[in-house]
């Protein structure tokens, strides 16, 4: 059986990310090898990583030399910075802009944990209401999380640069103070 991560923003190959995100890395190719240091230690070949947006900056050749070292099955959702993952599609199983995936996990009353994946942050998503989760990128670990909300940045700069396991966030979800509302009960 496979594991299922979770990650964003790695922005391989873009040397302006150090700057901006405050990366406390020397030079781009420090961090292009920490992070897919940081990728393989936790993911296994056969298992599948959703990653949600800005995979990298950087030329054809060295985007694809990136790629081919990280390990997984690697399903994309499309952020704002992915002109060098769609010139590398092979190399995914699927790019969407957006996806809802369903999680065998028997501790659901139903026994499946939804999960909406979006690249960008959502104030309400599908299911919201029934502790449906949504995991997105794009901010950096900037945007303040919210504690009575079923979703947070699973990016790399807001998790000391590493992808997160299934249980990883579920262990994060149950911190929150989320409650399933009353007038959703009676649907």
Do not use: C
Not at 130 to 141: F, I, P, V
């Amino acid at each position: 059986m496979s594991n299922i991560f979770f990650t964003s923003d790695h922005h391989f190959g873009h040397t302006n990310i150090i700057k901006f995100s405050n990366r406390p890395f020397l030079n781009v190719e420090e961090m292009n090898e920490v992070m897919i240091a940081r990728w393989n230690e936790k993911i296994g070949p056969n298992d599948e990583v959703y990653h949600l947006g800005d995979f990298g900056i950087t030329t054809p050749e060295d985007f694809q030399n990136i790629v081919s070292r990280l390990n997984g099955i690697i399903y994309l959702i499309v952020g704002n910075h992915e002109g060098s993952a769609l010139g590398y599609r092979k190399r995914f199983k699927w790019i969407k802009e957006y996806h809802e995936v369903k999680i065998k996990d028997e501790e659901r009353g139903n026994g499946v944990q939804r999960i909406v994946l979006f690249h960008y942050a959502m104030r309400v998503w599908r299911g919201d209401s029934r502790g449906t989760w949504h995991l997105y990128g794009h901010s950096h670990g900037n945007l303040p999380d919210l504690a009575h909300r079923l979703s947070f940045d699973v990016g790399v700069d807001a998790h000391d640069f590493y992808p997160l396991s299934y249980d990883e966030v579920k262990a994060i979800m149950k911190t929150k103070s989320w409650a399933r509302s009353v007038e959703d009960e009676e649907i």
